[in-house]
């Protein structure tokens, strides 16, 4: 049964150069009008993921459905629907950028106007490829990815090169393309980018995902790092709790990881004569580190 609730839907995709196992088992599914993350290092096999949503390159077994449709025998007509940033963009360094941007838009059959996004961009669409910035050379990327109003934008790293300002400048972009009902899905080794954009993310680790998560319920688990300063000295045993590790110790200071509730650590710190007490969430960064690991 197709399923045309989701813009993509991967179902146990698989994935191996020669010998070397790339992507195993992968699934994950996005609804429409989502900014999905896909988060993990490089060499997790994100890239490779993408190559095969867009067919450029296909899975040993599993399948990609895009808009209820296959990836792969409906490829050409999901093409005209997505708008794509690769990793490493390929340019035609002996042309302008609106010769590219008019060469894109003929393939499309719509028009080659887009002033709001190079005006936001501050892209000079008159030099030639070869004499522009790696930043600028990305710009280019991103607009290009626009052309024709596609309902479904891939990125595999979409900012790298750019400068804050447009970094930033793309955030309330994507953000506007969601308000319109369009699909993000977005690939990218950078937290804080995620954290910014991303409502729901998937992390994959080794070609296999190890979590599917909403960002909400990532930030709601429950863990604490508290530093407590005391008047008198308190052994280290006295933190053998279930759920906490003592990070740093000292007679009289204590760096603790609390995992759950704190109530058991609160009772025992009432039990002391208590000087000074921080408690922080662990950051989000933390418990990606985690999940990596």
Same mark, same amino acid.
């Given at each position: 049964?197709?399923?045309?609730?989701?813009?993509?839907?991967?179902? /146990?995709? &698989?994935?191996?150069?020669?010998?070397?196992?790339?992507?195993?088992?992968?699934?994950?599914?996005?609804?429409?009008?989502?900014?999905?993350?896909?988060?993990?290092? &490089?060499?997790?096999?994100?890239?490779?993921?993408?190559?095969?949503?867009?067919?450029?390159?296909?899975? $040993?077994?599993?399948?990609?459905?895009?808009?209820?449709? $296959? %990836?792969?025998? !409906?490829?050409? @007509?999901?093409?005209?629907?997505?708008?794509?940033?690769?990793?490493? &963009?390929?340019?035609?360094?002996?042309?302008?950028?609106?010769?590219?941007?008019?060469?894109?838009?003929?393939?499309?059959?719509?028009?080659?106007?887009?002033?709001?996004?190079?005006?936001?961009?501050?892209?000079?669409?008159?030099?030639?490829? +070869?004499?522009?910035?790696?930043?600028? +050379? /990305?710009?280019?990327?991103?607009?290009?990815?626009?052309?024709?109003?596609?309902?479904?934008?891939?990125?595999?790293?979409?900012?790298?090169?750019? $400068?804050?300002?447009?970094?930033?400048?793309?955030?309330?972009?994507?953000?506007?393309?969601?308000? @319109?009902? +369009?699909?993000?899905?977005?690939?990218?080794? &950078?937290?804080?980018?995620?954290?910014?954009?991303?409502?729901?993310? !998937?992390?994959?680790?080794?070609?296999?995902?190890? !979590?599917?998560?909403?960002?909400?319920?990532?930030?709601?688990? %429950?863990?604490?790092?508290?530093?407590?300063?005391?008047?008198?000295?308190?052994?280290?045993?006295?933190?053998?709790?279930?759920?906490?590790?003592?990070?740093?110790?000292?007679?009289?200071?204590?760096?603790? +990881?609390?995992?759950?509730?704190? $109530?058991?650590?609160?009772?025992?710190?009432? @039990?002391?004569?208590?000087?000074?007490?921080?408690?922080?969430?662990?950051?989000?960064?933390?418990?990606?580190?985690?999940?990596? /690991?």
């Amino acid at each position: 049964m197709k399923n045309t609730k989701s813009a993509i839907q991967i179902k /146990q995709l &698989n994935k191996a150069f020669g010998k070397k196992p790339i992507l195993k088992s992968v699934s994950l599914t996005v609804p429409k009008g989502e900014i999905f993350g896909f988060l993990g290092p &490089n060499g997790a096999g994100k890239t490779t993921t993408i190559r095969c949503m867009m067919d450029f390159i296909r899975g $040993d077994s599993g399948s990609i459905r895009m808009f209820g449709l $296959d %990836s792969q025998d !409906a490829s050409l @007509q999901l093409k005209s629907r997505i708008g794509y940033v690769p990793s490493d &963009n390929h340019l035609n360094e002996k042309w302008t950028g609106a010769e590219h941007i008019s060469f894109i838009a003929s393939l499309r059959k719509v028009s080659t106007e887009m002033p709001d996004i190079i005006r936001r961009l501050n892209f000079d669409v008159v030099s030639k490829v +070869k004499h522009l910035s790696s930043g600028n +050379k /990305q710009k280019l990327s991103i607009i290009l990815a626009l052309i024709g109003d596609p309902e479904l934008l891939i990125l595999d790293e979409p900012t790298q090169g750019l $400068d804050p300002l447009f970094q930033n400048e793309i955030y309330d972009i994507l953000h506007g393309l969601q308000n @319109q009902g +369009k699909t993000v899905f977005i690939s990218s080794h &950078n937290l804080a980018e995620v954290q910014k954009l991303c409502s729901r993310v !998937a992390i994959i680790r080794e070609g296999k995902i190890v !979590a599917e998560e909403a960002l909400d319920s990532l930030r709601e688990i %429950s863990t604490h790092q508290v530093m407590v300063r005391f008047n008198k000295s308190v052994p280290e045993s006295a933190f053998d709790l279930k759920g906490v590790t003592v990070i740093e110790y000292k007679p009289k200071e204590v760096t603790l +990881k609390v995992h759950g509730e704190l $109530d058991s650590i609160i009772k025992l710190l009432a @039990q002391y004569s208590v000087l000074d007490l921080q408690v922080e969430h662990v950051s989000l960064e933390e418990i990606f580190m985690e999940l990596y /690991q």
